[in-house]
């Protein structure tokens, strides 16, 4: 790998530490940003002077980088989406991700690659539909505010490479799988809604290897980081069931799920319908360990829980 060095924004995530670890261990030199004082020779510090919320980073920190991998976000899991959380997971986004770009387009000829996070939540509710990467951006909050994310990445150009990372929910222990396998456990999991809206998934190892294979790749533009199996939102729950031992009966409607998580949230995250294949990556002959649900499910359970 031709790959000197690459930093990661928003490295104590999930993705971010995985992937960050994947990178040192085969010898990858790696640079997180923080927003404390920095306390390893890996890291730097968004300081007072140069933090996301101005909109200002020194060129400097990003210099000599091969890419930059921005990862930024306030949970989207935490509930309810009240109005102040709403503007939470917008500045959380688009104030780093500017600050990133204005600093790689300062960065000229010498621009490292900018991989900057978004989410298949661009798409919205789109049920009926096969969605590659040349779709249309949804009506939901989420999806609003991924474009929004989107626009300000791109603004790194026209110099830099810039690949817009469209990640699937994870099936993970500390992704999407967490609130459903707490249910399962207790033996209250079910359809939720009608059960039958398609959910984009991808599993934790197959989102590093994409984010490295588009590191080291020319590919840019939107990605769809998501499975190439298409499954719904009971084929997923029903597999975890299945693999915890546990029944899944007992329904949650879709008023329900409005009513106790606010519109925005159900709707963007439970009930969006969105069949989206990862037709970028499969052209580029990347490799899926974890093509369906069920070998991803496996693979979040047999692993080792967190913390």
Not at 38 to 54: H, L, V
Not at 87 to 99: K, M, V
Not at 213 to 240: F, K
Not at 288 to 297: E, G
Request: glycine share 10%; proline share 7%; net charge neutral.
């Amino acid at each position: 790998m031709s790959t000197a060095r690459v930093v990661i924004a928003g490295g104590a995530g999930l993705i971010g530490s995985e992937l960050a670890r994947s990178l040192r261990a085969d010898g990858i030199e790696v640079t997180r940003l923080v927003r404390r004082p920095a306390r390893a020779p890996d890291e730097a510090e968004w300081s007072a002077a140069a933090a996301p919320d101005s909109g200002v980073l020194d060129p400097e920190v990003l210099a000599g980088a091969a890419a930059v991998v921005c990862l930024n976000g306030a949970s989207i899991g935490r509930l309810p989406w009240t109005r102040r959380y709403r503007e939470t997971l917008r500045r959380s986004r688009i104030e780093p991700t500017r600050a990133l770009a204005a600093a790689i387009r300062a960065l000229g000829s010498e621009a490292p690659a900018l991989l900057a996070g978004s989410a298949v939540g661009y798409y919205g509710h789109r049920p009926g539909e096969e969605i590659d990467e040349t779709g249309a951006p949804g009506a939901t909050f989420l999806a609003g505010l991924c474009a929004e994310w989107e626009r300000e990445a791109l603004a790194a150009g026209p110099a830099a490479r810039v690949v817009l990372l469209r990640t699937a929910p994870l099936l993970h222990r500390r992704g999407v799988l967490k609130p459903l396998m707490a249910l399962t456990r207790l033996g209250l999991s079910g359809p939720l809604g009608s059960g039958r809206q398609i959910w984009p998934w991808i599993s934790l190892e197959d989102e590093v290897r994409a984010i490295r294979h588009l590191i080291d790749s020319a590919i840019e533009g939107p990605v769809n980081l998501t499975g190439p199996t298409p499954a719904s939102a009971n084929e997923i729950g029903r597999e975890l069931a299945r693999a915890m031992r546990r029944p899944f009966a007992l329904p949650a409607p879709a008023w329900a799920l409005r009513l106790a998580l606010g519109v925005d949230a159900a709707d963007s995250l439970l009930l969006a319908d969105a069949r989206v294949v990862p037709a970028v990556l499969e052209r580029s002959g990347f490799e899926f360990r974890h093509r369906d649900p069920a070998t991803a499910v496996a693979a979040a359970l047999d692993a080792e829980p967190e913390g």
